[in-house]
């Protein structure tokens, strides 16, 4: 699986921006795709995922101002970020969870994109 990520950018505080990921490769085994954030010297932390039944997850600091959704057609999925906070500036990463195989042995594998930097603004 390959995941193209865009939409980053300079925001002002109380700005939008929209993240796109575009899958491709063995799309069709993707269990689970959304984003992953980062700041220098912490650690990457959950921001949002959708599984493939339309579950989503939502770290509590970005619930009520985010929302994922995907494109199962474009095999893209995208976040919508509003409300944006300086301390959600990152380098914002594409995550795939992908799960293959007989029920006997399943196999688990996890796929990241580029990442792409989303600075707010005070």
């Known amino acids: 699986v390959q995941l193209q990520a865009s939409g980053g950018g300079l925001v002002q505080a109380g700005g939008s921006l929209r993240l796109s990921c575009a899958a491709s490769?063995?799309?069709?085994?993707?269990?689970?795709i959304g984003w992953y954030r980062q700041v220098p010297a912490n650690q990457r932390e959950l921001v949002a995922t959708v599984t493939s039944d339309g579950v989503t997850n939502y770290a509590d600091s970005t619930k009520g101002r985010f929302t994922i959704s995907r494109d199962h057609a474009k095999n893209t999925v995208y976040l919508q970020m509003n409300s944006l906070k300086p301390e959600d500036t990152a380098v914002y990463y594409c995550y795939a969870k992908v799960v293959f195989g007989p029920v006997e042995a399943v196999k688990e594998s996890e796929y990241w994109g580029q990442g792409t930097e989303v600075t707010v603004s005070s």
């Open positions: 490769g063995r799309t069709r085994h993707i269990n689970a």
